[in-house]
């Protein structure tokens, strides 16, 4: 009987080392696989953000070989400027603007689209909504630029049909940033779309089974089991719309460069001008890193309101 004590105990431990050995395997394989990705990323996200963390304490211009350092005097001229202030207002109503219409409207088309009980014409529909968000944004924002126009566009002759007076929406300060927000709606949603009808199509039916069978209606299935149920959809959701919206640059440099008074210059276009156009690299590096704090602090904001009660 010892004996065969003796064996199970040498077969369990012989059972230990192979497992330890294969898990240690496994580790290195996930190590060696990932190394020229995480190397990349280091290459590419790590490395410009320390380097653009070190300028920001420089007068640093890309056409002189002289970068003298200054310390923290560009962030404190930050908070002296108008100009940035503006446009980190610009920036956070932009993105609130943006961010809740875009949940608001995907949501409400998603739950129209899943309820479809053809297939093919489901199919269709979010085809149809996604196609926008495959061309690139910069052709979009030009074709909205033309739809746009004072003269000519589609949207002042249809006014012009109705006998209502044009609108200068590129320039005027009441429509400029409406009309960006509208184009950035119409190119993007068809992601979100995708997602939260993917999040709908996760969720059981015993749920919705559960609540008709207690007396519960279509708002009371949405409100109370959709919604609560799409709970880490919507966090996801939230923040790459947010991160996304806070980068926005390519149709506001396209569509209205900022104008008129400064109305749409948002901090990535502020960035953007500070660096290339004023070759003020040193100042726009504080500005870039300001903006990086930002969408931190949001993000992170993000995950302690977004977390599940099962989270907590």
Do not use: C
């Not at 409100?223 to 880490?232: A, D, K």
Request: aromatic residues 16%; hydrophobic residues 55%.
């Amino acid at each position: 009987m010892n004996k065969s004590i003796e064996a199970g105990n040498t077969s369990k431990r012989t059972f230990d080392k192979g497992t330890t050995r294969s898990y240690q395997n496994e580790k290195w394989f996930v190590r060696i696989a990932l190394a020229p990705i995480l190397l990349l990323f280091g290459v590419f996200a790590f490395l410009p953000i320390a380097w653009s963390l070190l300028l920001s304490f420089y007068d640093y211009s890309p056409l002189s070989n002289h970068a003298v350092f200054i310390g923290i005097r560009n962030y404190a001229l930050l908070f002296q400027d108008a100009v940035f202030l503006k446009s980190l207002w610009v920036t956070f109503k932009f993105v609130g603007i943006t961010v809740i219409s875009n949940i608001l409207i995907t949501l409400v088309i998603a739950s129209a689209i899943y309820a479809i009980r053809i297939q093919w014409l489901k199919n269709l529909f979010r085809t149809l909504f996604f196609l926008p968000a495959i061309a690139p944004l910069a052709g979009t924002a030009i074709v909205w630029t033309t739809i746009l126009n004072y003269d000519s566009g589609l949207f002042n002759v249809i006014l012009g049909q109705l006998h209502i007076a044009p609108v200068h929406w590129l320039s005027d300060p009441k429509y400029a940033l409406l009309s960006v927000i509208m184009m950035t709606l119409w190119a993007d949603i068809g992601y979100n779309i995708v997602l939260f009808i993917a999040g709908r199509d996760s969720i059981a039916d015993m749920y919705y089974e559960a609540a008709i069978l207690d007396g519960a209606n279509r708002w009371h299935l949405f409100f109370f089991v959709t919604l609560p149920l799409l709970r880490r959809t919507m966090l996801f959701v939230t923040i790459t719309t947010v991160i996304s919206y806070f980068q926005a640059f390519p149709q506001f440099q396209i569509m209205t460069k900022g104008e008129p008074f400064n109305e749409t210059r948002v901090l990535a276009l502020n960035i953007y001008d500070q660096a290339f156009s004023n070759s003020n690299m040193g100042y726009a590096s504080a500005m870039a890193t300001i903006f990086l704090i930002i969408i931190l602090i949001v993000t992170l904001i993000q995950f302690r309101l977004g977390r599940s009660s099962w989270e907590q």
